[in-house]
């Protein structure tokens, strides 16, 4: 990828080395922004960015907000059912190919939940899944979710199959897919997020031919990404890791590091990403 200014083509295939994707739940782009949001990416070395949960149209971001740290090309998606509801935005150093932001079916579309980027080598999704809960905390969604989760998989194969390329799933999935992905498995198996049916339909992905790029390269390892707002929860670390970055299983000999920067604060949910070999 290349920084704007630089020229026409990719700094991918000028210097072959590895491009940083970033994936962040930001529950809001203006407050996490406030919060400190610019300063940990002008470090973070990213090259293409998914936020979700953004909470806003983009012309109601200000500026260092259209093309931060040469992250000049946004795709945003913003919810048309209400205003300050989900919304994804999806930016990168180098223009992609095409941008999709419908996966055909307008209950699922006006949430502003997805965004697919067509790069030359490989296509990127970023995606906010829904809660299962509903208002009352009541689960009433997740047959909602379900649906939505099958549909984005359904249509990232179909692409996969038109263009050839691997793929890569990134965002907030709202699913602890094991035990170990939270901190309290036990008091929280009627809990959306950790239900049954949410972690076979995990579980039927990553049959399917996706791989969990963190779990992969760290087995065992315990890790969050999102912690209740609850004083002290972060602190004690009693969190969950529901932020994924998926790969098609052709992209797995590409990725080089799976990485949760789980120090990093503006959010209830931390960054996580993946770099990726040209």
């Known amino acids: 990828m290349k920084r704007a200014g630089g020229g026409s083509s990719s700094r991918l295939l000028e210097n072959r080395v590895p491009v940083r994707l970033i994936s962040w739940n930001v529950n809001g782009i ?9 300063k940990w990416l002008a470090i973070s070395d990213a090259e293409i960015l998914g936020l979700q949960e953004t909470r806003a149209e983009l012309d109601e971001c200000p500026e ?16 048309r059912s ?4 989900s919304g994804v935005a999806l930016y990168s150093v180098d223009a992609p190919e ?6 055909g079916i307008e209950d699922y579309d006006r949430e502003g939940r997805f965004v697919l980027a ?8 970023n995606v906010y899944f829904p809660k299962g809960s509903g208002i009352d905390r009541d689960n009433s969604r997740v047959f909602y979710k379900l649906g939505f ?5 359904r249509a990232m194969d179909e692409w996969r199959r038109a263009t050839g390329k691997g793929a890569v799933v990134m965002g907030d999935f709202n699913i602890a897919p094991t035990p170990i992905d939270l901190a ?7 809990t959306s997020g950790f239900l049954p049916e949410e972690r076979a ?7 399917s031919g996706w791989v969990d790029t963190f779990r992969n390269s760290n087995p065992d390892e315990i890790r969050y990404t999102w912690w209740s707002q609850r004083l002290g929860v972060r602190d004690r670390n009693i969190g969950w890791r529901i932020d994924h970055v998926l790969v098609s299983e052709d992209l797995l000999p590409r990725v080089r590091a799976a990485h949760i920067w789980d120090y990093v604060r503006g959010s209830d949910h931390c960054p996580v990403g993946i770099d990726l070999e040209p």
């Open 30 to 38: 203006r407050a996490c922004t406030r919060k400190g949001m610019l």
């Open 64 to 79: 260092p907000l259209r093309a931060p740290h040469g992250l000049a090309h946004c795709a945003w998606s913003a919810a």
């Open 82 to 85: 209400r205003r300050g509801y």
């Open 98 to 103: 095409r941008v999709e932001c419908s996966l």
């Open 118 to 125: 067509e790069f030359p080598t490989f296509l990127v999704a």
């Open 149 to 153: 989760t099958e549909r984005v998989f």
């Open 184 to 190: 309290r498995p036990r008091g929280n198996e009627g």
């Open 201 to 207: 339909a995990f579980a039927r992905i990553i049959e």
